[in-house]
């Protein structure tokens, strides 16, 4: 936790900062990726959907996501999707709150009136 006394928060951003913690916990599961329809070949060399554009798979609904860099699908059925959209849906907000944390974050460490301190005066590097 954050000592009270350390940063000074205008009313403004304290006012923001509850909205954010209040709508972050509000927010529920988060599932991470996104949905797409898709119609697909197949493995099958000999099969219509190689040559033919009307023959191709599906539709699908695809759930997409990245997992260490690389992209995992997995195949919904509609019932699954009706669950899940409302969730992907909450990821998308939850990632918005916290950018916004961010943003906040910075604009309250950008006015810290205890932040005049001269480059080098330490002798160490400063950023
Ligand atoms: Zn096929």
Redo the contacts with the bound molecule.
Sequence with gaps: MTKATDIRLTVRQQAKKRRIEKALSEAGLALYGSVEIRR?????KT????TNPD???GPYIVWTRKVKGKTVTRVLNDEQLADYQPLIDNSRRVRELVSELHELTIEIIEADSRRRGRPGRSGTASR
Excluded: E, F, I, S
């Design positions: 697909t070949r197949c493995g099958n099969c219509a959907c190689q023959k191709l798979h």
